[in-house]
Every structure is written in C-alpha cells, then in structure tokens.
C-alpha cells in the first residue's frame, strides 16, 4: 500500500491509522522519545544516533540532553514533535497525544512499563522495530545478572528488612506490584506498601507509622523533613538513621524502567551498606 501526504492522511484518519504502523525491522532514521526509559532503551539498543528529539527529562546518555526538548509525558508538544519530522514516536502511558500523531501519519509506540515483565516485553518490542532482536535479548539477560549480583551483595543482616519507599508528595510510594518493588524483593527486602494498594498509591501517613518500616528509601528533598512528621520521629527507621535519602541523579535512576534496572539494583545496595550500624 502506498501511503497518501499528511495533508491527506489527516482528511482520511482510518487511513491515517493503518501508515502510522511501525513496521518490524523497517528503517527508523528519526526517533523522537518522550519519556527518559524509552529513550536509554533505544540508546542501549544502539541507535541514539536516530534519536532527534526527547522528553524534557531526558538528560543522557551522552549528547542526549543537548537535543530538542518536545515537553513531557504530560504536556508533550505535537507541533514540536511534527516539526523534527519523525519516522517513529516513542510514548509513555499517560501521553495523550499518541491518536493525533496517528491520524497525521506518523508511526507510534506506547510503552506502558511498571513492572520487570513490562520492561522486558518493551526491550523485545523496540528491538523488533529497531531490527535489534538479538540486542534485545543480550540486555535482559544483563539486567537479569545485574539483579542477581545485587541481591549476592546485600548482606544478610538486612534480608528480610521491612522497605517503605516514597516516590512522591502525598506521600506517594512505590508498591510491591511495581517494578521498584519487585527490585526489592529480588534483592531479598519486604516491601511494606502491598500490591493490593495499587501500583504507585497515595498512602496514608499513620499506615507508614503503623506499618514501621525498618528502612526507608526515598528523595533526599522530601526526607528532610522526616522528623518533622507527626509520629515519624518515633520510628526505628528515623532514629537509627536507616534512611537512603536519594539525591536526584539516583532518584531518576530508581524511577526509570528501562535498561539500568540492575544498575539501580546496585545503587540501592550501596545506599543501604553505607548506612550505620549495617554489617556487610
């Protein structure tokens, strides 16, 4: 089938639809990403060089940060994404944008990745479409020992330590059903926010004070009022300062699912031997 103009494509949006398909293997040479694990996906897969445009918080790897910024998840600029002429668009879930992109033609994926079989399943599919299967395949496997060794780190004094990890203003947590969480359990921790609370919950304070978490892990902004918290000055976690207060950089390395899902397995390893008191 040969496919119509823009001009075309957006009077007849079925049409429309069916071009914006990306085709498995075809040649990608201009990729816009909007979302920071998408765009070290396609990096790690080899092809940064085709990255054209990137979310505002994408800063790396390498030249990345210096390419035009088309907004956020959120806010993601359609005439700003148009304008670099994309072959394919890389989406996070909570882009609203990816039906009008269709409709002007151009090729769409959206990853929706809260979980390690939701990472790899967008490892796979970015390799089918970027003719990197075999790639694919070698970056799980990485990721996959990277996890392991993590969990052959942690030492065992802190296996089996209750977790409570903040994400967000609220406070917003990361639950065991979510890729941080399964992280967690992986590296032999218990995730005291359970999967039953969704995937990223707003939580009650008193549930955490109840729940008395032997470890917290969270933005080095948002912990620094810990003790200030009605009844958090009274947990084990604030008085023995078992706390991997994050600085952003490590922040964003927890946060992103995308191929350094062991490398932040290792950050938190090295956040929770260098509190005091841990015996390695």
């Known amino acids: 089938m040969t496919c119509p103009s823009l001009t075309q494509r957006h009077k007849v949006p079925a049409l429309a639809l069916l071009c914006a398909l990306a085709t498995p293997g075809q040649a990608q040479e201009r990729i816009v990403t909007v979302a920071p694990s998408l765009t070290e996906s396609v990096c790690a897969l080899g092809h940064c060089g085709q990255i054209v445009g990137t979310d505002r918080y994408s800063t ?8 035009p ?28 944008i990816a039906e009008r992109l269709a409709q002007l033609g151009i090729a769409v994926q959206t990853h929706n990745v809260r979980t390690h079989a939701e990472q790899k ?3 796979r599919a970015l390799g089918r479409t970027l003719g990197e299967q075999a790639r694919a395949e070698m970056l799980i496997a990485q990721v996959e020992r990277e996890l392991d060794a993590a969990a052959a780190r942690l030492p065992g004094s802190l296996r089996g330590r209750s977790v409570y990890v903040e994400i967000g203003l609220g406070p917003k947590a990361a639950s065991e059903a979510t890729f941080i969480g399964e992280t967690l359990a992986r590296l032999g921790l218990v995730n005291i926010i359970g999967r039953e609370q969704g995937f990223f919950p707003q939580v009650n304070p008193e549930y955490i004070v109840r729940r008395a978490p032997d470890l917290i892990v969270g933005p080095a902004a948002l912990l620094a009022n810990l003790h200030q918290r009605p009844g958090w000055e009274r947990l084990s976690a604030a008085r023995r300062q ?4 994050l600085d952003p950089e490590r922040m ?11 490398e932040a397995a290792h950050m938190l390893v090295d956040c929770l031997l260098a509190l005091p008191g841990v015996r390695s």
């Not at 078992?242 to 207060?245: E, I, K, N, R, T």
């Not at 964003?252 to 062991?262: K, M, N, S, T």
């Open 252 to 262: 964003a390395l927890l946060e992103r699912p995308g191929p350094r899902l062991g």
């Open 121 to 123: 399943a967008m490892l």
């Open 60 to 67: 790396g790897p390498g030249a990345i940060g210096h390419l």
């Open 69 to 96: 910024k088309v907004g956020g998840l959120a806010d993601a600029s359609i005439e700003r994404i148009v304008a670099l002429r994309p072959d394919l668009v890389l989406l996070g879930p909570r882009s609203r």
């Open 242 to 245: 078992q706390v991997c207060a």
